[in-house]
């Protein structure tokens, strides 16, 4: 029976990367965990690396940071603290509380916060990250360039990782554990290089320079 004067509210409704398989992979600290489409497809997420320190990949992105850096799903944290420890004012944005924790804990300043959402420092980052994949987030990588722009200073950089391979996709995807347990439904993209530079110059970016290392491919965009 609720009391007199008390309000109940009702519980909050699932939410992806959240209380979700992402979240209990981070907690034990390794995987597996996938992103699965409709057709039963999976993609293999690196929960491990990215819960380890700067690996070479990493590194090259690191190198390229100028200024003030914002890491757009951040993640558990490796690479705002990495910059953090190497004097760059840095802010993690993700929406995993876990994943905020996780940075937290690392060293890093990190924020529970959309990208699509208000955030600090607006129109004055000097570097934007998209890593891991995080080009993906909302379905429309066109959109999440257009989104950047709003972020960035007149003088500033984005450094996407695209897919390892061409790809150009929107689609929905579940995050599952590989044991039967699956997240809620949410839009996700991928793209490979040609895509991203299609969808950078649609957003008016120019690319700066493309890279590989390890097998993974990374583009820097100018506006």
Known sequence: MTRPGKTTRPPLAPAPWRDDPYAR?????????FLRRADGWLLPLEVERWLADADAGDESVLARCRGAVLDVGCGPGRLVAALAGRGHPALGVDVS??????TVRRGGTALCRSVFGPLP???RWTTVLFIDGNIGIGGDPTALLLRAAELLGSDGRVIVEAAPVEVDERCRVRLDDGRGTLGVP???ARVGPQALHR???RAGWTTVDS????GRSFTELAP
């Open 25 to 33: 992979a981070l907690s034990d600290g390794q995987g597996p965990l």
């Open 97 to 102: 509380p876990a994943a905020v924790a996780r």
């Open 121 to 123: 420092g607006e129109g």
């Open 186 to 188: 949410f839009p996700w």
């Open 199 to 201: 969808h950078a110059g």
């Open 211 to 214: 890279w590989r290392v390890s």
